[in-house]
């Protein structure tokens, strides 16, 4: 388990995915790739053109970091019984980011890092506004996606 708060969880332009990715990488390293407010990570935002928008060239980022898309799909969140996957025994695999539609922007990803199965909840980076600690149920969070929108394993290459 990773330290909570060495997470991003803010946003400065339209770089959730960003966010997602460099969450995705201290999940699997145990390592910070960049400080939010570094060159570096300005760098970042200018390698997927996130800052006056959505980041279109996400993939430059994973490469770059060297992260790399395990699995994509369609995912019917709030009605699918994580032991009934075929590719996982119970927990869910991750990390997972998934894009959500919120009220504050139209399309958003989040990462979960975290998933209790006794209750079906799940942790989620970048989702202050609406978790407390990053909490939510699988239930609660399917309130908030569109089940024909992508989900996506990410993994170390």
């Known amino acids: ?45 200018d390698l997927c053109k996130a800052r006056n928008g959505a980041p279109l060239s996400i993939k430059r980022v994973y490469d770059k970091i060297g992260l790399t898309v395990l699995k994509k799909s369609d995912f019917l969140w709030g009605f699918v019984d994580p032991k009934k996957l075929p590719f996982n025994t119970g927990k869910l695999p991750l990390p997972i980011e998934i894009r959500i539609s919120h009220r504050l922007s139209l399309n958003h990803s989040v990462l979960v890092v975290d998933h209790i199965i006794k209750c079906n909840a799940v942790r989620v980076t970048n989702f202050d506004i609406e978790t407390r600690e990053g909490w939510i149920f699988l239930s609660d969070l399917y309130l908030y996606s569109n089940p024909l929108k992508d989900f996506k394993l990410l993994s170390l290459k």
């Open 1 to 45: 388990m990773r330290n909570w708060n060495k997470y991003m969880h803010d946003q400065k332009y339209h770089e959730c995915q960003l966010i997602s990715a460099l969450n995705a990488y201290y999940y699997l390293t145990g390592k910070v790739y960049c400080e939010q407010y570094s060159q570096e990570y300005e760098d970042l935002v």
